[in-house]
């Protein structure tokens, strides 16, 4: 007979009590900082989930958290549990008790603070209690939850950064107990234009056949790699057939009863699923900690198979190291809550410490040591922790941590693409990198633990709220595509821009380094006052003429499609700048000069003449600024007296690409005054 698994036991009335004094306490909670060895501790679980997801092991397992305060299309909560609850509480029979202190004046249920609505009964209960009075399962799903305007709900930031995630192709699949269209709206929005194919969108899989269709897609050539989305309980786009017959046939696939909830609602294909990814994959639950029967003893069972396993006594590790191998193992659970472990949560981590044969099996010391972030560990996801650990905040960090090692070790290290690319012009470009990666993530010395976690510049990859994307992404959209407008929600991977980021913050370092004598690497203050773009000029990155000198010059990043042309007008105020060099990520492209219309306004006359400034644009290459076609450089100082003096003289390279200034260098005469070449 099968062992049962260890259980925690907590009475109802201790949770109860515990629940309302956290409530009533909730804006006196004292948050402190954690102590060394705690933020250690976090940060070694922290780097273990960073590592699992870098190399594709990670799916995350999403539910109500992260939808909560997203409004519908009427500015309403429509996907808070607690809303959801009371508008079914209030379609049921009203009690006779007069003594029931219910906010609405229906059922005790809601006896208490108005937080606590949906912790003592849940959603399934309230739903199962609604049909049970033999009413239409259509009307408690289109008219009082309105489901079908999921498909409208606001996109969060952490749906933004977990489609990023996807975008740089290191997550392929997302499990959800919501039905909501979020994910899949943000990663169509994240998209160019050109790649809107059929195999490189966000797929919703609610049932068999649809599962059949896209389960198997792959990512091909240069596209987006594809995320596939499992919506375990249904989803809201099933709802948008035209006909009263479709939809009331698309209600039955949305579960909400706890009938529905256990037996998967005949999703058959949903319980193989998630009990496949839960052996071989590291399933990270965010925004999930509902009771909901069917995932939770379906986990339970799968963890129980782990520990029922029999182990080769012979290659089994020793005692000692089996609670560090078994919490890094390929397919360890990782839970993140908003505030401290529910019930379920511990039930599932306890589970998982058993089953790998972990010495230590207390919540204390899976709390400490095991794969859970909770409000305690918040003083790392936030500069300023306000008692909780958000979803935003905790995807945000992730990503940002993501990022920067995929970015330093795929990029900007040797044996690159990018390496090589330098290589052709400078021959230190090792020692180059080596900079710029430790400038960018620096991995020791005195920098701070937010620095080696999330990157020194973590600003580059905060979402602007008017944008809906990554300040990076709007740089380099301007760089791309300059002249056009940008589009909300646009994102820049590594994946297909990387030759382009990494062309960027290897300029931004130079340019810092040139105009900062004191110290080496740039910070973010210094490259707010550098950095200027537009829609008309594209990204611009202000550099100086000489050490000494009070004028300055204006390096302006094009890809090769989004150069100036011959008179063209640039409706932008550039300040009062010296000199324009426009430098191209092509390293085919040849040097020239072209002259550009510089206009405030367009077509605004003064003293009812038009002013038009005419101004010269120096346009050279990469690789040309880097110094190809002289002498390669052997150390940075000197590489970066070159990068100085082709800045402040770009005519140097241009004339050099003409013909007749190619042989006029050419010529040398022989001491009779014959010519030769």
């Not at 052709?424 to 430790?438: E, F, G």
């Not at 203050?525 to 100086?544: D, M, R, W």
């Not at 426009?582 to 040849?590: A, E, G, R, T, Y």
């Amino acid at each position: 007979m099968a062992k049962q698994l260890r259980l925690i036991s907590v009475s109802d009335g201790e949770w109860q009590t515990n629940t309302v004094c956290e409530i009533k306490n909730k804006n006196k909670v004292d948050v402190t900082k954690l102590s060394q060895s705690d933020l250690v501790k976090t940060e070694t679980k922290f780097l273990r989930l960073v590592e699992r997801v870098i190399v594709g092991g990670v799916i995350p397992f999403l539910g109500a958290g992260l939808s909560l305060k997203c409004t519908g299309p009427d500015g309403k909560e429509i996907a808070h549990t607690s809303e959801m609850i009371c508008s079914v509480c209030h379609q049921l029979p009203k009690e006779r008790s007069t003594e029931s202190r219910c906010r609405i004046g229906r059922h005790s249920c809601c006896n208490g603070p108005k937080e606590l609505c949906g912790k003592k009964r849940g959603l399934a209960e309230v739903c199962e209690e609604y049909l049970w009075g033999k009413r239409r399962l259509s009307k408690l799903v289109l008219e009082i939850l309105q489901i079908q305007k999921f498909t409208a709900l606001e996109i969060s930031t952490a749906h933004r950064y977990i489609v990023y995630l996807a975008r740089e192709s290191v997550i392929e699949e997302v499990i959800t107990a919501n039905y909501d269209t979020s994910l899949e709206r943000a990663y169509q929005e994240s998209l160019d234009c050109g790649h809107s194919s059929n195999r490189s969108s966000a797929h919703s899989v609610s049932n068999l056949q649809h599962y059949r269709k896209v389960a198997g897609i792959r990512q091909q050539n240069s596209q987006p790699s594809p995320l596939k989305v499992y919506h375990i309980n249904g989803c809201a786009s099933d709802l948008e057939g035209s006909s009263k017959n479709a939809k009331d046939t698309a209600c039955e696939t949305i579960l909400l009863t706890e009938r529905q909830l256990q037996h998967w609602g005949d999703r058959q294909w949903g319980r193989d699923l998630l009990r496949d990814r839960l052996r071989c994959k590291n399933i990270v639950f965010s925004g999930f900690g509902s009771p909901e029967p069917q995932v939770r003893h379906t986990t339970l069972q799968v963890l129980e198979e782990f520990e029922l396993d029999p182990r080769d006594r012979q290659h089994e590790e020793k005692r000692t190291n089996l609670q560090e191998t078994g919490w890094r193992a390929p397919n360890a659970v990782f839970v993140h809550a908003y505030e401290d472990l529910t019930f379920e949560q511990k039930q599932m981590l306890v589970a998982y410490a058993y089953a790998s044969g972990a010495s230590e099996t207390s919540v204390k010391s899976i709390r400490e040591s095991g794969n859970c972030f909770t409000r305690d560990d918040a003083s790392l996801f936030a500069e300023e922790p306000s008692g909780c650990l958000a979803a935003d905040d905790f995807w945000m960090q992730v990503y940002k941590a993501v990022f920067w090692r995929i970015l330093t070790r795929d990029w900007l290290s040797y044996g690159s693409p990018f390496y090589y690319l330098l290589l052709s012009s400078i021959s230190c470009a090792d020692v180059l990198l080596s900079q710029v990666r430790n400038w960018l993530l620096p991995d020791s010395g005195p920098s701070l633990q937010c620095e080696r976690l999330f990157g020194r510049l973590p600003k580059y990859l905060d979402i602007r709220c008017d944008k809906d994307s990554t300040i990076l992404s709007e740089h380099i959209w301007h760089i791309r595509y300059r002249g056009l407008q940008f589009p909300s929600g646009w994102y820049a991977s590594l994946d297909e821009r990387g030759i382009i980021i990494s062309s960027y913050f290897v300029l931004v370092y130079l340019l810092g380094s040139l105009s900062n004598t004191e110290q080496d690497s740039p910070g973010w203050a210094h490259i707010e006052e550098i950095i200027k773009f537009s829609q008309s000029l594209g990204l611009g990155l202000e550099f100086p003429l000489g050490y000494d000198s009070p004028h300055s010059g204006l390096l302006v990043l094009s890809h090769r499609e989004s150069l100036f042309q011959q008179g063209e007008p640039i409706y932008e105020d550039i300040g009062d700048h010296n000199l324009i060099v426009q430098v191209v990520i092509d390293s085919n492209f040849s040097p020239r000069r072209v002259r550009v219309q510089l206009k405030k306004k367009p077509d605004v006359p003064v003293n009812g003449m038009k002013q038009v400034k005419y101004v010269s644009v120096y346009q050279i290459s990469f690789l040309d600024l880097l110094g190809r076609g002289s002498r390669k450089p052997e150390e940075v100082p000197e590489f970066l007296e070159i990068v100085r003096r082709r800045l402040a003289f770009p005519s140097l390279v241009t004339d050099r690409s003409k013909k007749r200034v190619r042989d006029r260098g050419r010529i040398r005469r022989d001491l009779g005054g014959a010519g030769r070449r």
